[in-house]
Nanobody, 130 residues
């Protein structure tokens, strides 16, 4: 059974940092792309960052470039999202998602991630106060 568990959310002041973790199980980690998505109240889900567990290639949304960093530990089946210089507009529920790496995913502009990924974890809430 595929499981994804996101954790690490919380309340932080603007300018602060948080590190989100995504624990994955039930699939061959090296064959998958793992992504972080977020959804703020009243807004559509947004692709934030993505990493290919196969070659380590990454994607970042323009809104987080230079502030967020995605990484993976294939030995532990973990993906992390280090979030620095947080802004109130980063407030959202953050989800991790996974799917097999397929070349066609590149057409969606989120690296190897896309909104229709097969596996989604429950979200973790990040609140950034001004």
């Amino acid at each position: 059974e595929v499981q994804l568990q996101a954790s690490g959310g919380g309340l932080v002041q603007a300018g602060g940092s948080l590190r989100l973790s995504c624990a994955a199980s039930g699939f061959t980690f090296d064959d998958y792309a793992i992504g972080w998505f977020r959804q703020a109240p009243g807004k559509e889900r947004e692709g934030v960052s993505c990493i290919s567990s196969s070659d380590g290639s990454t994607y970042y949304a323009d809104s987080v470039k230079g502030r967020f960093a995605i990484s993976s530990d294939n030995a532990k089946n973990m993906v992390y999202l280090q979030m620095n210089s947080l802004k109130p507009e980063d407030t959202a529920v953050y989800y991790c998602a996974a799917d097999l790496i397929i070349p066609e995913a590149l057409d969606y502009g989120l690296g190897y991630c896309y909104y229709g990924m097969d596996y989604w974890g429950k979200g973790t809430l990040v609140t950034v106060s001004s």
